[in-house]
């Protein structure tokens, strides 16, 4: 098992900046992929940020160039440094981790972006 733990959430302006921290406990080593989903009210959920098992890294074309995804493997640490955030960017956003088939989901932390 696995247990990833979310938090850097919070209220901030738009054009402001927040940090998001996930840390993992637990089995590290089933899991091959880790990253950032975010779920608005009323929408799906949907990926932000992830590392792809070879270490790559994808983000959302909403995100591009205002968010980066980075890691600590030492502390099994991964973050979301946000920038320039919108009123879009409002959601509860989830720490994934997983290795297929198995997938594992924080219990997300809310940020909220006000105009």
């Known amino acids: 098992q696995v247990q990833l733990v979310e938090s850097g959430g919070g209220l901030v302006q738009a054009g402001g900046s927040l940090r998001l921290s996930c840390t993992a406990s637990g089995t590290i080593i089933s899991i091959n992929r880790m990253g950032w989903y975010r779920q608005a009210p009323g929408k799906q959920r949907e990926l932000v940020a992830q590392?792809?098992?070879?270490?790559?890294?994808n983000y959302a074309d909403s995100v591009k160039g205002r968010f980066t995804i980075s890691g600590d493997n030492a502390k099994n640490m991964i973050y979301l440094q946000m920038n320039n955030l919108k009123p879009e960017d409002t959601a509860v956003y989830y720490c994934?981790?997983?290795?297929?088939?198995?997938?594992?989901w924080g219990q997300g932390t809310q940020v909220t972006v006000s105009s």
């Open positions: 994934k981790g997983s290795r297929w088939p198995m997938e594992y």
């Open positions: 590392f792809t098992s070879i270490g790559s890294t």
